[in-house]
């Protein structure tokens, strides 16, 4: 009996090491369509439910690419939703930047908070982002305090990361699909 009970917890401790392993080792993209938007998106390695989005209109013709984030917060403070519009100081990959807060929306016991980095030209950006990717081998994303802004007072956890290293082929996949919806509008 105590044989068998061992090469049954061998067998689960191997299961557990190569399901964390592969866990940690893939880079999952999504790539669909809503509408007549078309995205990418990866979750991030901190909190996985935060999203790094790459969305393509079929309004500008395919040819911009709406960059933004989400980060998940469990805090509840009373005025958070005062942040939409706002612009919030970040630091990506240490390089201070602002991030415009686009929602704030009650999310299972906080709130999900979707972020904008901006609308650029879809080739351009999406070849400067691999490149920064490849310099650093890292995109990380940490919210920070600015004038009269607390960080800590709105997010419990304020930096995430992503692995880029599938960028240029997702959202190359996403520009397909959605030059695809302007053949079908044609």
Same mark, same amino acid.
């Given at each position: 009996?105590?044989?068998?009970?061992?090469?049954?917890?061998?067998?689960?401790?191997?299961?557990?090491?190569?399901?964390?392993?592969?866990?940690?080792?893939?880079?999952?993209?999504?790539?669909?369509?809503?509408?007549?938007?078309?995205?990418?998106?990866?979750?991030? /390695?901190?909190?996985?439910?935060?999203?790094?989005?790459?969305?393509?209109?079929?309004?500008?013709?395919?040819?911009?690419?709406?960059?933004?984030?989400?980060?998940?917060?469990?805090?509840?403070?009373?005025?958070?939703?005062?942040?939409?519009?706002?612009?919030?100081?970040?630091?990506?990959?240490?390089?201070?930047?602002?991030?415009?807060?686009?929602?704030?929306?009650?999310? #299972?016991?906080?709130?999900?908070?979707?972020?904008? #980095?901006?609308?650029?030209?879809?080739?351009?950006?999406?070849?400067?982002?691999? /490149?920064? =990717?490849?310099?650093?081998?890292? =995109?990380?994303?940490?919210?920070?305090?600015?004038?009269?802004?607390?960080? /800590?007072? =709105?997010?419990?956890?304020?930096?995430?990361?992503?692995?880029?290293?599938?960028?240029?082929?997702?959202?190359?996949?996403?520009?397909?699909?959605?030059?695809?919806?302007?053949?079908? /509008?044609?």
């Amino acid at each position: 009996m105590r044989r068998v009970l061992l090469i049954i917890l061998l067998h689960l401790s191997l299961f557990f090491i190569v399901f964390a392993y592969q866990a940690q080792a893939e880079e999952e993209w999504t790539i669909d369509r809503f509408k007549d938007l078309t995205y990418a998106r990866v979750s991030g /390695e901190v909190t996985h439910g935060d999203s790094l989005n790459f969305f393509i209109s079929r309004n500008d013709d395919c040819l911009k690419v709406y960059n933004n984030f989400t980060f998940y917060t469990y805090e509840k403070p009373g005025d958070i939703k005062q942040l939409v519009d706002r612009n919030i100081p970040i630091k990506l990959n240490g390089a201070d930047l602002t991030a415009n807060v686009m929602s704030v929306s009650p999310f #299972l016991m906080g709130y999900r908070v979707s972020f904008s #980095l901006g609308t650029f030209p879809i080739r351009d950006y999406i070849y400067f982002l691999k /490149e920064f =990717y490849d310099e650093f081998q890292k =995109y990380e994303i940490e919210i920070v305090d600015g004038i009269d802004f607390k960080a /800590e007072k =709105y997010f419990d956890v304020r930096v995430n990361n992503w692995k880029l290293d599938k960028l240029v082929p997702s959202v190359e996949e996403a520009h397909k699909l959605c030059k695809k919806l302007n053949d079908l /509008e044609s």
